[in-house]
């Protein structure tokens, strides 16, 4: 495939998937490369509502098929929190060192056993006629008492992976493409889009 659209102005998403999509597609387009996409509300109540909501507005607006993915960090002893509120779990426009000040002090009194976490996402696929598919990936970890690692973004500097014993903003990004919810949703992506 030539080009692929892909709507997310986050830019390490961006990173990870142009990386994950190297030999299938030439060229990944973003909404940098067509302003006229719209922004979207993310306010589905599930992953896959507001991936589909996002990818469906965008290939609505430029005619083409295009991606998007929501993902997050669910965490077992927060009731699954902060889910599709990853992003601003401190509040509309939080830094990603206030949501993860947020989860440490929400955690503080989580025994180390019960810090049980995944993260998950969702990636669609729509096209111009409005139908959409979608693919899932999850990866399970243990969040941490502390940051540790500089790669990554997000939650990745408190989120252990307990095979690797690293975080994944220790881990090497190809090891993360890898075992990574996103990586194994794309991967879902990547054959049906050679398959089709």
Request: proline fraction near 6%; aromatic fraction near 8%; charge should be negative.
């Amino acid at each position: 495939m030539r080009e692929l659209f892909v709507a997310t102005r986050n830019r390490g998403k961006l990173k990870e998937f142009e990386v994950l999509f190297t030999g299938v597609v030439d060229r990944l387009l973003s909404p940098a490369d067509i302003p006229d996409v719209p922004e979207v509300t993310e306010d589905g109540a599930t992953f896959q509502e507001n991936a589909v909501k996002k990818a469906r507005a965008a290939a609505l607006a430029i005619g083409k098929p295009v991606f998007a993915d929501d993902s997050g960090l669910v965490v077992d002893a927060l009731g699954g929190r902060p889910g599709v509120y990853s992003a601003r779990f401190a509040g509309e426009g939080a830094s990603d060192n206030d949501n993860n000040a947020l989860l440490l002090r929400e955690m503080s009194s989580v025994p180390t056993e019960e810090r049980t976490a995944a993260f998950r996402c969702v990636i669609a696929i729509c096209f111009p006629d409005g139908s959409c598919r979608t693919f899932d990936g999850e990866l399970e970890g243990v969040i941490l008492d502390s940051p540790r690692g500089t790669g990554g973004f997000g939650y990745d500097p408190l989120f252990l992976v307990p095979e690797y014993g690293q975080t994944l903003a220790e881990l090497p990004l190809d090891v993360k493409n890898r075992i990574s919810h996103r990586g194994k949703a794309l991967v879902k992506l990547k054959e049906y889009l050679l398959l089709s």
